[in-house]
């Protein structure tokens, strides 16, 4: 069995990359299984089970740190001897102990946010503008301004759906409540109306010479005093 570690909490890439995977196992007609919670409770009849056709498969397990240790030790001692394709998905970084646990991967994939950019997401609530600015511009030469506008309009939209409809958010609960808790410092108006000036500064500069890192200095003097 081939095995491959996706973990990191940049939870937009991780996700992604899953995606990836599973679109990848469908279009080449695979078996797909993902596995988490109480569904890791029989994973030696799940992973040494045989289909009618001999189908590649594709398992993956969410959250390995919820799988027994036991199951978690079976796989180890088993993997070699396995049919099919391994992915174990953490939406937070795993740690060196649960990593030993785990068996060994043919490869492992890190999606770790940049600090900066999660301090800059954080801050861009009202009433926090100067200090909004002040990671603003200590992000300026570190990322590209198109990375800045579509990585914050991805988080307001989180924060929206927060706002409006947390069950529709497919995060762990402690990024819901946190998505919750920055979405209770706007109004819905504020929110809609902030992302609104993000699409336009997105059009601006994709029409114009208009740059955007000037909109967003704007947006934020403007929008969170």
């Known amino acids: ?13 991780s996700y992604e990359r899953i995606t990836k995977f599973i679109n990848v196992a469908k279009n080449r007609g695979w078996k797909i299984e993902r596995l988490s919670g109480k569904d890791t409770q029989n994973l030696p009849e799940v992973l040494s089970a045989t ?3 001999n189908d590649e498969r ?8 919820k799988t027994p240790k036991n199951q978690l030790h079976w796989i180890k001692e088993k993997v070699k001897n396995l049919p099919g394709n391994l992915v174990i998905f953490s939406e937070s970084e795993i740690g060196k102990r649960m990593l030993d646990m785990l068996p060994k991967a043919d490869k ?9 950019i999660y ?9 926090n503008a100067e200090a909004c600015l002040r990671i603003l511009y200590a992000l300026k030469d570190r990322h ?11 988080h307001l939209r989180d924060v929206y759906l927060a706002k409006i409809a ?38 601006l500069s994709k029409t114009s010479s208009h740059s955007i ?13």
Do not use: C
């Open 1 to 13: 069995m081939k095995v491959i570690i996706v973990h990191g909490d940049h939870i937009e890439e």
């Open 51 to 53: 289909t009618l056709f």
């Open 58 to 65: 594709l398992f993956i397990i969410e959250d390995p740190a």
């Open 108 to 116: 492992t994939e890190v999606f770790k946010f940049p600090k900066l």
């Open 119 to 127: 301090k800059f997401l954080e801050s861009f609530y009202p009433g």
């Open 144 to 154: 590209a301004q198109e990375y800045i506008l579509a990585i914050l309009g991805n």
């Open 166 to 203: 947390p069950d529709s958010l497919n995060y762990p609960s402690w990024r819901i409540g946190k998505l919750k808790r920055q979405a209770d410092k706007f109004s819905e108006v504020k929110l809609n109306q902030v992302i609104s000036y993000l699409a336009e500064a997105d059009f």
């Open 213 to 225: 890192f000037d909109s967003l200095d704007l947006i934020i003097a403007t929008q969170l005093e």
